[in-house]
């Protein structure tokens, strides 16, 4: 069954504007990663943040993560067309990679 | 570092044909692969994970007997769709482990198929 579900599903904004895309999921986790999707292509992997962390930094990115709420957050800072693509996020509820969990993806459109 | 290739790229068959995708890491040696499946628009879901020199575990629905996996060496696992049928068509993504890396997976660039 699906574990992390991204929403919002599709986003549209311009050009130096902020972009928040938030991930929920059902059950107790060792981290959660997001990644990022160019039409076509493999995924890159953006962004880890392990369950006692609570908040992650990475260039333009910024990560949130609240276990109480199950939820966790990708903000990118200052947009460039360049960040069009899909994000997603996926769970990891064990050392071993047995339980790698996507949810649906928000696919994000930077405007110039 | 840490780059995983996938060969072809892409690829067109006929239905009832078989097709096998290559998944290598480059530089580093996979402890463990996982091979997902991705249809247009919609997220990757785990198909297998293959550890090197065993069997591949397959996730519930998926039909082993129809997707082979091997994994003979550290930098090498195959997926093999056999009888392929237009319903397989797809896009499909390995990913690796090292013995370093356990919590991060490292994409391959993912292999287009399209069953004719």
């Known amino acids: 069954s699906q574990q992390g579900e991204e929403d919002p599903q599709a986003l549209s904004i311009q050009e130096g504007e902020n972009a928040t895309m938030n991930c929920s999921y059902k059950?107790?986790?060792?981290?959660l990663q997001w990644y990022r999707q160019n039409s076509g292509r493999g995924l890159v992997h953006l962004i880890l943040i392990r369950s006692n962390e609570r908040e992650k930094h990475s260039g333009r990115l910024r990560v949130t993560l609240d276990t109480s709420k199950k939820s966790s957050s990708l903000l990118i800072t200052a947009s460039r067309a360049a960040d069009t693509a899909s994000y997603f996020c996926?769970?990891?509820?064990?050392?071993?990679?047995?339980?790698?969990?996507f949810g649906p993806g928000t696919r994000l459109s930077v405007l110039p | 570092g840490a780059v995983v290739s996938q060969h072809p790229s892409r690829v067109i068959c006929k239905s009832g044909t078989s097709v096998k995708i290559e998944c290598r890491s480059l530089d580093f040696q996979a402890t463990t692969m996982f091979w997902y499946r991705q249809f247009p628009k919609q997220s990757l879901m785990l198909m297998a994970t293959s550890n090197e020199g065993s069997k591949a575990t397959y996730e519930q629905g998926v039909e082993k007997d129809k997707f082979l996996i091997n994994h003979a060496s550290l930098t090498l696992s195959t997926l093999t769709v056999t009888s392929a049928h237009p319903e397989d068509s797809s896009f499909y993504i390995c990913?690796?482990?090292?013995?370093?890396?356990?919590?991060?997976?490292?994409f391959g660039p993912g292999t287009r198929l399209l069953v004719l």
């Open positions: 059950t107790s986790i060792n981290n």
């Open positions: 996926a769970t990891y509820r064990d050392n071993y990679g047995q339980n790698f969990v």
């Open positions: 990913s690796a482990t090292g013995t370093g890396t356990v919590l991060t997976q490292y």
